[in-house]
């Protein structure tokens, strides 16, 4: 079992940047595909990023393509999700994901583990 924790979340300005750190208890979460979600007030929790076990393949929602960038350091079993060009629409919770096996999902079912959550809030 994988325990993820985030760190990093907090106000900025829009057009500001903060990066998100998820740290994996597990010395096997090198073997886990990864994954970031978020849930704004009143809404469903949506797909943000996702990175193949690898770290080669990274998928990400067209909300966030070009400005969030996902990546994952296995030595240290802690994924990132960098996030430059921030909007007021990115005022959410956001979540790290894991889940076994190769196949990356975009779906919160398709993940069995999950972090706390960290609040990202955007300023306009």
């Known amino acids: 079992q994988v325990q993820l924790v985030e760190s990093g979340g907090g106000l900025v300005q829009a057009g500001g940047s903060l990066r998100l750190s998820c740290a994996a208890s597990?010395?096997?979460?090198?073997?886990?595909?990864m994954g970031w979600f978020r849930q704004a007030p009143g809404k469903e929790r949506e797909f943000v990023a996702a990175?193949?076990?690898?770290?080669?393949?990274?998928f990400y929602a067209d909300s966030v393509k070009g400005r969030f960038t996902v990546s994952r350091d296995n030595a240290q079993n802690t994924v990132y999700l960098q996030m430059n060009s921030l909007k007021p629409d990115d005022t959410a919770v956001y979540y790290c994901?894991?889940?076994?096996?190769?196949?990356?999902?975009?779906?919160?079912?398709?993940?069995?583990?999950w972090g706390q959550g960290a609040q990202v809030t955007v300023s306009s």
């Open positions: 597990a010395r096997t979460s090198s073997s886990y595909v």
């Open positions: 994901a894991a889940r076994d096996g190769l196949r990356v999902g975009r779906r919160d079912l398709d993940y069995a583990y």
């Open positions: 990175l193949s076990v690898s770290g080669s393949a990274t």
